[in-house]
């Protein structure tokens, strides 16, 4: 199943074993013996395994905490809530969740890149990844607005030509100090973005372009 996303409609203290949500959509009592209907809930870094889910959502989802080594805490009412099977939190239970309890040592970092090539790339929102620009022209791309299930992907833009590309939101939606809705690119190869979906706004992590001889990113 794909993951879907709802939020707390109570709070959730450190030793609780039920949870109050939003919606139940997506969320189902397990059959542990044939392996059906497992689904996990992800608040705040901490792994939840659903135990039983009552017929709406006023009843209480009881679950068991601090799933694949993650670290069992309070929750605030209104948090986030990630809903998903097995299958969509293996990542996590493989890699990150190791991470959270034991010191690992990482080999090199290979990021295959999505080349784009057109004047008027859409770049989606749901879709994390490595994005080089590679158009002769200017590329006026258009980034989709992330949904509450994109939190945490990061999207990372790149020039490889000498134009001043421009990233368009469909709101102010770029966190850059102040909201902003276009990201212009200086002209010159090397040049981009690369944010993180953090509450249905794109955070930025760092862009590149500001030497003396290219300029920064422009934000409007």
């Known amino acids: 199943m794909a993951i879907t ?17 939003a919606s139940i959509t997506g969320v189902t009592s397990p059959s542990f013996q044939s392996g059906t209907g497992i689904t996990y809930l992800f608040i705040d870094q901490e792994l939840f395994l659903v ?15 601090g799933m694949g ?5 309070a929750h605030t009412s209104g948090s986030q809530v990630q809903v998903g099977g097995p299958s969509d939190f293996t990542p ?20 295959p890149a999505i080349f784009l090539s057109g004047s ?7 879709v994390a990844g490595f994005y080089v620009v590679k158009t002769a022209g200017v590329d006026a791309m258009t980034l989709a607005a992330p949904t509450a299930a994109q939190e945490g992907n990061i999207i990372s833009i790149w020039s490889d030509t000498a134009n001043a590309h421009t ?5 102010a939606i770029f966190a850059v100090g102040a909201l902003k809705t276009v990201a212009t690119f200086p002209a010159a190869r090397g040049a ?12 930025l992590i760092s862009s590149s ?12």
């Open 69 to 73: 080594g993650t670290i069992q805490t």
């Open 167 to 171: 990233v368009t939101a469909p709101s």
């Open 5 to 21: 996303a709802t939020t707390l409609s109570a709070a959730v203290g450190l030793t609780d074993t039920s949870v109050l949500l």
């Open 120 to 126: 008027a790339d859409a770049v989606p929102g749901g």
């Open 209 to 220: 372009g500001t030497g003396t001889n290219s300029g920064p990113v422009v934000w409007t």
């Open 51 to 65: 135990m039983n889910v009552g017929a709406s959502a006023s009843i209480p989802v009881l679950v068991k905490r």
């Open 92 to 111: 996590y239970l493989e890699v990150v969740g190791p991470a959270l309890v034991t010191k690992q040592t990482e080999g090199g970092l290979n990021w």
């Open 192 to 203: 981009g973005i690369m944010v993180r979906v953090c509450n249905l706004f794109y955070h």
